[in-house]
């Protein structure tokens, strides 16, 4: 197995830095975007959600049905269970079934992530669909679910941006790290 510690110097004290620890921080701090974005979002219209823009979906909220698909269909492999049930989450369209869906979709990842070991990351999970077949690790499976829906959400703040909504909240990476202890 391929070593992935990582030391880092910080306040001159040596941290090492986990391929654990990494992804937990990304799956904590998506969980994270993703309420901040429910919030955010909850505060807006139903007219403002649905009205239609151009971008990769017609809509923010079906922008964000996406990003919890996608996650969605992620899980299923990256969990083993392959249980990804497409008909089902497509009839999940209200505003308060995406919200809570995506949120509780996020908050299963990090609880799921985090009861991981390091190993268990690095276990390659074959996957054969209809679209594609490929055979890698679950932390890249992770990464990728994570990496997604970072894209979309920036569609979604040029979408509020295009039909007037400028309130986007700030989600930045450092942003998360420097202040999501003392929130």
Request: charged share 20%; glycine share 2%.
């Amino acid at each position: 197995m391929l070593n992935y510690t990582v030391k880092k110097h910080h306040n001159n004290k040596t941290i090492i830095m986990s391929l654990k620890t990494l992804v937990t921080k990304s799956v904590q701090y998506n969980n994270w975007v993703v309420n901040k974005y429910i919030d955010w979002l909850s505060t807006k219209s139903d007219e403002q959600l649905n009205q239609e823009t151009i971008s990769s979906f017609p809509t923010i909220l079906k922008t964000l049905h996406h990003i919890w698909q996608t996650q969605e269909y992620w899980w299923s492999h990256i969990n083993e269970n392959n249980d990804f049930d497409f008909a089902k989450i497509s009839n999940t369209n209200t505003k308060d079934e995406v919200f809570s869906a995506i949120k509780n979709n996020s908050q299963k990842l990090v609880d799921y992530v985090e009861s991981l070991s390091e190993e268990d990351l690095a276990k390659n999970v074959k996957i054969e669909s209809q679209w594609f077949q490929c055979d890698f690790s679950k932390y890249e499976y992770i990464q990728h679910a994570v990496i997604h829906g970072t894209y979309h959400r920036g569609q979604i703040v040029t979408m509020g941006r295009n039909i007037g909504i400028t309130d986007a909240p700030m989600t930045d990476y450092n942003y998360w790290n420097i202040y999501k202890d003392q929130q």
